[in-house]
């Protein structure tokens, strides 16, 4: 399925409330809470958002919140104007929640790989994720897999997308980000609103990414001061240093299991390099002058769930910005974007891998980047979560 500039219902809200009723048929009380709680969680955030310019004559709005959805507007404008992404009503509402995080995420891996478990949906198609809006019930789920012999990890997610089938609105868990970190989320989720294809997550994120980015540069370079630009600048690095350190020792356990040891011995080095891994992150502390924004990541015993959604997108992104460069204009590589999308999934792939290769070695490498970007720094990311 190819979704472009989709119409105004949630991915959450259309799944839970038709499949509230198929879950009725096919005997599932736990899918029906389930799905319940999807509705409750989705209409509640909808009904207590609000127009960004009431918040603003708001007397009561204090100055820092002010600026800080003042800045959403700009950036929102420049979405529009200068990135062409949609105008519509999405990043124009703000809501605020008495609690950090809009949702929590259940992960979960087999305790000797890194393949995370599979839950599909109609519309968003399959997830390697389950979203709950409340921590406790999260936890619940969680604590079932893992008597199940899963490994998991129960996170908190600061922001979410509906894929534009909702008027996602600029939420208090997120609003705090750095100005060009908030940039890049408004960026990054307009453009899944202006085209998603359902089961190619490489596809889609590769794409939002490289618009995400290039966006933010441009943003940058008309908006940007020093300060913001330092800001960025730092951020990238850390991000980057962080990813690294991950993805090594997710080769690491990669390599454990695809070995002839025993179970027995395979789960004793796991141990062994999830403990190095604790320990190269706080010489990576020590190199940031102990900063410390990613130590909630670290709050739970560390697990392949931790690892399982860590990725990179080296393979598609170069794709995508050799196109851009080749039609030198957003609105062009969003049609060419559009076209390839239609294509079979390995006809796309193939075509993007064919442009990479022929593309000028000027072109900025692809950076290593996560799905679940919570992982990101202490300014946590969104998740793309469907129930």
């Known amino acids: 399925m190819v979704t472009i500039q989709p119409g105004k219902l949630s991915i959450i809200g259309v799944n839970a409330l038709f499949l509230t009723f198929f879950a009725s048929l096919i005997g599932g009380c736990?899918?029906?809470?389930?799905?319940?709680?999807?509705?409750?969680?989705?209409?509640?955030?909808?009904?207590?958002?609000?127009?960004?310019?009431?918040?603003?004559?708001?007397?009561?709005?204090?100055?820092?919140?002010?600026?800080?959805?003042?800045?959403?507007?700009?950036?929102?404008?420049?979405?529009?104007?200068?990135?062409?992404?949609?105008?519509?009503?999405s990043y124009r509402n703000y809501v605020q929640l008495q609690r950090k995080f809009v949702l929590w995420n259940v992960v979960a891996t087999p305790a000797l790989s890194l393949k995370p478990k599979q839950w599909c949906f109609p519309i968003a198609g399959c997830v390697s994720y389950r979203g709950y809006y409340n921590q406790q019930s999260a936890q619940q789920y969680g604590a079932q897999l893992r008597s199940e012999g899963y490994d998991v990890q129960v996170l908190g997610v600061p922001a979410y997308s509906t894929l534009g089938w909702f008027n996602d609105p600029v939420i208090s868990t997120f609003i705090r980000y750095p100005d060009a970190e908030l940039a890049r989320i408004i960026f990054h989720e307009l453009s899944h609103q202006l085209l998603y294809v359902k089961d190619d997550t490489d596809f889609n994120e590769a794409f939002a990414t490289t618009v995400e980015e290039e966006g933010t540069e441009k943003w940058l370079e008309v908006h940007g001061n020093d300060d913001r630009r330092r800001a960025y600048q730092e951020f990238e690095e850390r991000k980057t240093d962080f990813l690294a350190l991950l993805l090594t020792h997710r080769q690491q356990l990669q390599d454990n299991y695809a070995s002839g040891l025993s179970n027995r011995e395979k789960l004793r080095k796991k141990a062994l390099i999830f403990t190095a891994l604790q320990d190269s992150y706080q010489t990576?502390?020590?190199?940031?002058?102990?900063?410390?924004?990613?130590?909630?990541?670290?709050?739970?015993?560390?697990?392949?769930a931790h690892l399982a959604l860590v990725g990179t997108y080296y393979d598609l992104e170069p794709g995508f910005r050799a196109l851009l460069a080749q039609q030198k204009n957003f609105q062009q590589f969003y049609i060419a974007v559009a076209r390839l999308a239609k294509l079979?999934?390995?006809?796309?792939?193939?075509?993007?891998?064919?442009?990479?290769?022929?593309?000028?070695?000027?072109?900025?490498?692809?950076?290593?980047?996560?799905?679940?970007?919570?992982?990101?720094?202490?300014?946590?990311?969104?998740?793309?979560?469907?129930?």
């Open 30 to 89: 736990a899918q029906l809470d389930y799905y319940a709680q999807a509705v409750r969680g989705e209409f509640s955030l909808l009904a207590d958002a609000r127009p960004i310019p009431v918040w603003l004559s708001d007397p009561s709005t204090s100055e820092k919140l002010k600026g800080q959805l003042r800045t959403v507007q700009e950036i929102r404008q420049f979405a529009v104007t200068q990135l062409r992404l949609p105008d519509n009503q």
């Open 284 to 304: 990576l502390k020590k190199q940031w002058g102990g900063f410390g924004g990613y130590d909630r990541w670290f709050a739970e015993p560390l697990s392949n």
């Open 344 to 387: 079979p999934k390995k006809e796309r792939h193939r075509q993007l891998f064919a442009l990479a290769a022929g593309a000028s070695p000027n072109l900025k490498a692809a950076r290593p980047l996560t799905l679940h970007r919570e992982v990101d720094t202490d300014f946590p990311r969104e998740t793309y979560v469907a129930p």
